[in-house]
């Protein structure tokens, strides 16, 4: 189960709404008349076609399996406590960094969206303000105090 932002679940039912109603049927009428100029083999329209019909079904499936196994954020902005969903200020090496934590579709690392599953992620999940945690990593360890919770 992945968590998903309402705005998130949205987009992706946008899109596939888009795909099975529109750009598909589209795509179908481009191969039925590239198949009625006749000779396949050298019909650079119709090998096209079929190319965006394969991705076009391929993103259907992709996205239909995202929605049917996600689960939508419920947020809770009264809680103290980390959680995905929340927008966190932390200090690491005297420096201050703004994440958001997010499921895996969404994560966007150098936007500060970090996906709950990251290690990073991860290690903030259940902390409050002022809570010191560590990550550790193959060459060291980086440290981070949480700063503020919303």
């Known amino acids: 189960m992945h968590y998903i932002s309402q705005e998130k679940y949205n987009e992706l039912k946008k899109e596939f709404e888009n795909l099975k109603n529109i750009k598909i049927p589209d795509i179908a009428k481009k191969i039925d008349e590239a198949r009625q100029q006749g000779d396949l083999s050298e019909n650079a ?15 259907e499936i992709e996205i239909g399996q995202i929605l049917e196994n996600s689960e939508i954020i419920e ?22 960094r703004e994440y958001e934590i997010v499921g895996p579709q969404e994560a966007d690392p150098l936007n500060g969206k970090i996906s709950n599953e990251s290690p990073l992620g991860n290690i903030f999940l259940g902390k409050k303000k002022g809570d010191s945690v560590e990550l550790k990593l193959a060459n060291g360890s980086q440290k981070f105090k949480i700063l503020t919770v919303n």
């Open 45 to 59: 329209e119709y090998h096209a076609a079929r190319e965006e019909m394969a991705w076009a079904k391929g993103r």
């Open 75 to 96: 947020y809770d902005k009264n809680s103290k406590v980390v959680q995905v969903g929340s927008k966190i200020v932390v200090e690491k090496d005297k420096e201050k």
